[in-house]
């Protein structure tokens, strides 16, 4: 029994995997700037992703908690990726929580 293809599940599968190759362009492009010239992204006062805030901080921290519990339920599908996925999200509560003050521009 032969199963039809869907011509607009393949389209958008194709459409995927070619927005994939551009965005992976264009932060190599990103990177690329970020290392040529030295000042190309600097920290201002008002930038929002490392100005330490406590509510960002905050935020960081309940989303990689929600992160590693959802990776448990992981662990006995993909046990070596639900381990990496959880050690990462300790890593970030810990440097969070240890070191978020450090960051701060106030």
Known sequence: MSQQRSSGAVGFTMFAGVMMILIGAFHAIAGLSGIIKDNFYTVTPNYILFSGAVWA??????????????????????????????????????ALTVHGRDITME
Request: charged share 5%; aromatic share 16%.
């Open 57 to 94: 901080r905050t935020v960081g921290v309940i989303l990689a908690g929600v992160s590693a519990l959802i990776s448990f339920a992981w662990i006995p599908l993909y046990p070596i990726w639900a381990i990496i996925f959880i050690a990462v999200d300790v890593t970030i509560i810990w």
